[in-house]
């Protein structure tokens, strides 16, 4: 049985820090494509980060750019992702999910986590 248990979210003030993480079980982490979504309130849910289990590649949308970095220990079956100068429009859900294929632009993911509310105050 495959799980993905967020943890890490909270209360910051903009300008501010969290680093949010994402531990798996049952699973092969190693094989497995990470993605960290975000849904803020009204809003669809969107892909924030995603890294390939089978090249290192990583992606991270415009919007997050140079602000929020993803990262993974195959050893720990755990990704991250280090959010710094947080804003207010950051304020969402966010989501752990992992899929099987390569890709990292795909939407295709098999298996999401329940999610941690992160909340930037102005």
């Known amino acids: 049985q495959v799980q993905l248990v967020e943890s890490g979210g909270g209360l910051v003030q903009a300008g501010g820090s969290l680093r949010l993480s994402c531990a798996a079980s049952g699973l092969t982490f190693s094989r497995y494509t990470m993605g960290w979504f975000r849904q803020a309130q009204g809003k669809e849910r969107e892909l924030v980060a995603a890294?390939?289990?089978?090249?290192?590649?990583?992606y991270h949308a415009a919007s997050v750019k140079g602000r929020f970095t993803i990262s993974r220990d195959n050893a720990k079956n755990t990704v991250y992702l280090q959010m710094n100068s947080l804003k207010p429009e950051d304020t969402a859900i966010y989501y752990c999910?992992?899929?099987?294929?390569?890709?990292?632009?795909?939407?295709?993911?098999?298996?999401w986590g329940q999610g941690t509310q992160v909340t930037v105050s102005s």
């Open positions: 999910a992992a899929k099987a294929t390569s890709a990292v632009l795909t939407r295709d993911y098999d298996y």
């Open positions: 890294t390939s289990w089978s090249n290192g590649i990583t």
